[in-house]
C-alpha cells in the first residue's frame, strides 16, 4: 500500500464547475499538508498549505483536512479553464524544510470552456 | 518562498554519458533537494543536498550514479551518471528556508536518454 494515494484522473469538468481533489493517507503521523499544481512542463507551484486537520480557503480554493479518516480535499469554485493542470497532493511529518515530503501521483483536471 | 532556476531545462543525452544539473535559488535556504518525477509516477525524492558535505540519499539512489554537489547555500549540482533510457524523466530541484513550513520547486530539468 502507498503512504498516499490519488487518483490520476484524468478527470474534466465543464467551465464554472466545482471540483474536488481528494487524497487518502495510512501514516497517521502526517502533520503538514500540501497541494501543489503542476501545468504541463513546468515545475510544481505550491498552491495551499495546512497544518493538522480543518479548512483553509484562499480565493477560489479550499483546503480540507480530516485526520481522523486520513482524508484531505482540495475544492476549487468557479473553475476555469486555466486551472486545467496536474495537482499534487503532498504531506509530511514535520516541516517541509525539516523532513521528507511525500507526494500523491497527482490528479490531471481538465477545465473545458 | 523561493526563486528557483534550473539548466539545462531540457537534454537529449546518449547511453552511456553523463547530464549535470546546476540549480540556482535566489536566497540563502538552508535545504534543498533532489526529486524524480518519472510518467505515471509520484515525485521521487533522490536526495538532500547538504552545504559542504555529501548528500543524504534515499533508499535506492546511490551516489555513484546520483552525485550531487552543494558548495555553498544557494547553489547545488545534480549529475545523472552512466546514462541509460530508464533515466529518462525530469528532474526537479526544490528548497526551503529551516523556518519555512514548505519547499518549493525549480521549473525542473527534462531529460531524454537515446
Known amino acids: 500500500q502507498k503512504e498516499v494515494e490519488q487518483d490520476p484522473g484524468p478527470l474534466s469538468v465543464p467551465e464554472g464547475a466545482i471540483v474536488s481533489l481528494n487524497c487518502t493517507y495510512s501514516?497517521?503521523?502526517?502533520?503538514?499538508f500540501m497541494w501543489y499544481r503542476q501545468y504541463s512542463r513546468k515545475g510544481p507551484e505550491l498552491l495551499m498549505y495546512?497544518?493538522?486537520?480543518g479548512n483553509k480557503e484562499d480565493g477560489r480554493f479550499t483546503a480540507q483536512v480530516d485526520k481522523s479518516s486520513k482524508y484531505i480535499s482540495l475544492f476549487i469554485r468557479d473553475s476555469q479553464p486555466s486551472d486545467s493542470a496536474t495537482y499534487l497532493c503532498?504531506?509530511?511529518?514535520?516541516?517541509?524544510?525539516?523532513?521528507?515530503?511525500?507526494f500523491g501521483i497527482g490528479t490531471k483536471l481538465q477545465v473545458i470552456p | 518562498s523561493a526563486v528557483i532556476s534550473q539548466k539545462p531545462s531540457r537534454d537529449i543525452c546518449q547511453r552511456g554519458t553523463s547530464l549535470t544539473i546546476q540549480c540556482q535559488v535566489d536566497s540563502q535556504v538552508t535545504m534543498m533537494f533532489w526529486y524524480r518525477q518519472q510518467p505515471g509516477q509520484s515525485l521521487t525524492l533522490i536526495a538532500t543536498a547538504n552545504q559542504g558535505s555529501e548528500a543524504t540519499y534515499e533508499s535506492g539512489f546511490v551516489i555513484d550514479k546520483f552525485p550531487i554537489s552543494r558548495p555553498n547555500l544557494t547553489f547545488s549540482t545534480l549529475t545523472v551518471s552512466n546514462l541509460s533510457p530508464e533515466d529518462s524523466s525530469i528532474y526537479l530541484c526544490?528548497?526551503?528556508?529551516?523556518?519555512?513550513?514548505?519547499?518549493?520547486f525549480g521549473e525542473g530539468s527534462w531529460l531524454t536518454v537515446v
Open positions: 501514516n497517521s503521523a502526517f502533520q503538514y
Open positions: 503532498a504531506m509530511s511529518i514535520r516541516p517541509g524544510g525539516y523532513q521528507k515530503v511525500t
Open positions: 495546512t497544518y493538522s486537520s
Open positions: 526544490s528548497a526551503a528556508h529551516i523556518s519555512g513550513n514548505t519547499i518549493y
